[in-house]
């Protein structure tokens, strides 16, 4: 049988208690290694066992166990002489770096770097990865999947005459082909009747675009049409869905994972905080949208300014809502302001 | 006819520092951040090893032998569900379909959950065993919610005392089976106590606001006017109130039926056990323990940690018959005879009820 140490680093004598596995008389005894070999003795000098340990433990009890031949275990509290008899045991080093010891401000730092080197590199790596082994059948199926839902519940078929849908269809397939390909298929154009949502037009992951007729009716000119579908686009070419879903459930389950064992209070504050951060990470997808989105109108010969003129009669008919920090999309005003700032370069 | 055996009252001794924990705590922190969460399946194990290492009745040890690997790999199981199941939601009738099957699956995880800690952990070399059932699980945590639920959850402390029944009534030492038999009324008044002290807390708070002129043009508000700034304060100051109200509550209740629960329970052989928990302690406990972690930026959690087990293992004694040295003997000898078959690949080690 294999050892973990086949030979003592020199000889000597623990004193402990010794128990036999399915007994559970437990007594005095002393593990003795010398000349004559490895062996425990009991109370009244009669050897129990011969042998080396087939495993050694240190247990937070303060004993460090030895398990010997034919289910003997010797427990001793004198660690420091078992380790001068037998070395240091395999693990020792974790038992090591648990002790009370200045040495615990670097661990303490190390923690402080490592959370935050996470945050700022390592989700952005877990996110990629996930994103490059996503099969582009399931985005398909997650386009389908929510479309027929829609259908279902919130759209009606679109009242739109065959002319008008020709025009925008128009729209939408120069800017399509100015705009940078999604590594998911094709994009296509759904028209739907949604009333609930008003004047609206929104992409799914997988290069689907739903305009709403609203959307065609109250802002129908060609260029605000090509700015806004170039901002889908962009939302479905920089994968913007498939990246906040993945971010925000790997953040989940590291919190869940590290946080979980440090204690509920720390993990109720990081999922919270992560909450809010999420937040700011989708309005950094907005006006990256909105940039791309500008440029791609711009490229397929469209007035790049007009996405700005529908924020701004977004924001004049709607208002604008709640404080920035709360909020999915940035404040209409910065968007307004970015946007003619990039159309006028 | 025979004279009954004594009976010996042994304390239950929490014996770990929290100056020792703190180091634990620490590494098991810096590993797992390192490790990108991986080496938190060995956090867990040096965590339990820990609490359970120290818990002492006695100078026997309770012992915690499950491995990182086999929570590692009950992990990545459920890992690779959640990631799944979360990315097939976005496809709106396929995630309904996978709630269903998970709910279903739901008390499989239990009592997988539930058998996996119990076999897991020893006291004084002799392990624990869990016998609960599938079918056990999905009754007491599925169907007996669902079914008082038409009773407005009155009849919800009925299904408490299921619960308790179906984990502790399922769990053994080595041969010996736990029992589990309480009569009803302990579970009504944990749960009326508590109700009862949330609702003073929450009448006194309410007159108190009233008097102080908090109300005053509220109802204007309710009827649409546009609220100042210092009437949007009272749906704070509310708030503030329910959580000050449940707290206490929820102590008096935790406090009273793991009190009944230790009561209630039994080891083959008549062995019993005694809970002495007190409600304000409990909370006192609690609350500072919560205070300190935040305002010390979480560093004093394992303190926290350490003080809660401590007062715990304090609160709580085991009422032996007879001998324990000849009582774990026994079943020492026993569960060795039939060898151990435990073969658990993996650990599902999920919050555990009661």
């Known amino acids: 049988m294999a050892s973990l140490a086949d030979r003592p680093v020199s000889f000597g004598t623990l004193t402990g208690v010794a128990s036999r596995a399915g007994a559970s008389h437990r007594q005095p005894a002393r593990y003795v290694i010398d000349q004559s070999g490895a062996r425990l003795v009991g109370e009244n000098g009669e050897t129990l066992v011969h042998g080396m340990p087939v495993r050694r433990e240190a247990s937070f009890g303060g004993t460090l166990d030895l398990d010997l031949p034919d289910g003997w ?22 038992s090591n770096l648990e002790s009370w010891h200045p040495r615990l401000v670097l661990v303490l730092i190390g923690c402080l770097l490592g959370a935050y080197a996470i945050w700022r590199w390592g989700l952005n790596v877990l996110v990629t990865l996930a994103i490059t082994v996503t099969p582009p059948t399931l985005v398909g ?7 027929s839902a829609m259908d279902q519940f919130l759209a009606e078929p679109t009242a739109l005459s065959a002319v008008e849908q020709a025009r925008v269809r128009g729209i939408f397939d120069s800017i399509a082909a100015a705009a940078p390909q999604s590594d998911f298929g094709p994009y296509r ?20 675009v739903v305009v709403t007729d609203d959307m065609v009716a109250e802002f129908g000119g060609d260029d605000i049409l090509a700015g806004v579908i170039g901002h889908e686009l962009a939302h479905v070419s920089e994968e913007h869905s498939l990246r906040q879903l993945y971010r925000s459930l790997s953040v989940y389950l590291l919190i869940a994972l590290i946080a979980g064992d440090v204690g509920p209070i720390l993990e109720d504050v990081l999922l919270e ?48 809502g709640g404080p920035a920090w709360l909020s999915t999309h940035p404040a209409n005003a910065d968007r307004i302001e970015q946007i003619e700032r990039l159309a006028a370069e | 006819m025979q004279t009954s055996p004594e009976i010996t009252l042994h304390p239950v001794k929490f014996t770990g520092s929290a100056r020792a924990y703190f180091g634990v705590w620490l590494s098991n922190l810096l590993l797992s951040v390192v490790t990108f969460g991986i080496y938190s399946a060995w956090a867990k194990v040096r965590r339990k090893r820990f609490f359970h290492q120290n818990t002492v009745i006695d100078g026997r040890r309770f012992d915690y032998h499950a491995t990182g690997k086999q929570i590692l790999i009950g992990r990545a199981v459920v890992f690779v569900g959640f990631i799944i199941y979360s990315v097939l939601s976005a496809i709106p009738l396929v995630g309904i379909v996978l709630g269903v099957a998970l709910l279903f699956a739901f008390p499989w995880f239990l009592s997988r959950s539930l058998r996996f800690n119990a076999r897991s952990t020893s006291f004084s070399g002799v392990r624990f065993g869990f016998s609960g059932t599938y079918w056990g699980a999905f009754r007491v945590y599925l169907l007996y919610p669902f079914l008082a639920l038409f009773t407005l959850y009155l009849a919800y402390p009925f299904v408490i005392r ?19 038999e309480s009569r009803i009324w302990p579970f009504y008044k944990a749960a009326l106590l508590a109700a009862l002290c949330s609702i003073i807390i929450i009448v006194v708070g309410v007159a108190f606001m009233f008097s102080a002129g908090m109300f005053v043009g509220l109802t204007e508000v309710l009827n649409g006017a546009e609220p100042d700034p210092t ?30 629960v230790y009561e209630a329970t039994m080891l083959e052989g008549g062995h019993g056990f005694i809970s002495t928990v007190r409600p304000l302690r409990l909370m006192w406990i609690a609350l500072s323990n919560a205070i300190v972690s935040v305002l010390t930026l979480f560093l004093m959690v394992p303190w926290a940690e350490v003080r809660m087990a401590r007062y715990l ?12 040295n000849h009582f774990v003997g026994v079943e020492s000898d026993r569960v060795s005879a039939f060898g151990d078959a435990f073969t658990d690949m993996e650990a599902f080690d999920f919050g555990i009820p009661g």
Request: charged share 20%; net charge negative.
């Open chain 1, 141 to 147: 199926a997650i386009d389908r999947g929510n479309l």
């Open chain 1, 273 to 320: 905080g992560s909450a809010i951060v999420s937040l700011s990470y989708s309005r950094t997808h907005e006006a990256d949208a909105d940039a791309l989105g500008v440029a791609t109108a711009r490229v397929a010969g469209y007035d790049p300014a007009a996405l700005a003129e529908f924020f701004r009669r977004l924001e004049a008919e709607y208002g604008d």
């Open chain 1, 189 to 208: 154009l759904e028209f739907r009747d949604m009333p609930a949502v008003g004047a609206n037009a929104f992409a799914l992951p997988g290069g689907t």
């Open chain 2, 313 to 324: 293992a304090d609160c709580t004694d085991v009422e032996v018959v007879g001998d324990l």
């Open chain 1, 73 to 94: 275990r010797f427990s001793t509290e004198d660690i420091k002489g078992a380790r001068a008899v037998l070395g240091e045991e395999p693990g020792a080093w974790l």
């Open chain 2, 162 to 180: 299921a619960q308790k029944n179906y984990s502790l009534g399922g769990h053994s030492y080595g041969t010996a089976k736990f029992t589990f």
């Open chain 2, 231 to 260: 009437q949007s304060l009272i749906f704070l100051a509310i708030m503030l109130l329910v959580f000050i109200a449940v707290l206490p509550g929820y102590f008096i209740y935790s406090a009273f039926i793991r009190n009944t």
